[in-house]
């Protein structure tokens, strides 16, 4: 899968990803609590690789914008 995402997409999701899952860790007693600690996982991974599986699909491409 080649990279799709630019880097203010990358630095977005990270941060996102941290803040996301550091939430859904706080109320991880619920099943919601899972539901948005995967959802923070995602964008962690995904600002991490550089890759969007979604992205991907949509077609889009935010990698090649400055």
């Known amino acids: 899968m080649s990279a799709?995402?630019?880097n203010w997409d990358?630095?977005?999701r990270v941060v996102l990803g941290i803040i996301v899952m550091w939430w859904g860790?706080?109320?991880?007693?619920?099943?919601?609590?899972?539901v948005v600690l995967?959802?923070?996982l995602y964008w962690l991974?995904?600002?991490l690789v550089g890759s969007?599986?979604?992205y991907s699909w949509a077609k889009w491409?935010?990698?090649k914008h400055a």
């Open 4 to 6: 799709n995402e630019g």
């Open 10 to 12: 990358r630095v977005i």
């Open 25 to 34: 860790y706080t109320m991880i007693a619920s099943w919601a609590g899972w």
């Open 38 to 40: 995967l959802i923070g």
């Open 45 to 47: 991974v995904t600002g």
């Open 52 to 54: 969007s599986p979604v």
């Open 61 to 63: 491409d935010t990698s």
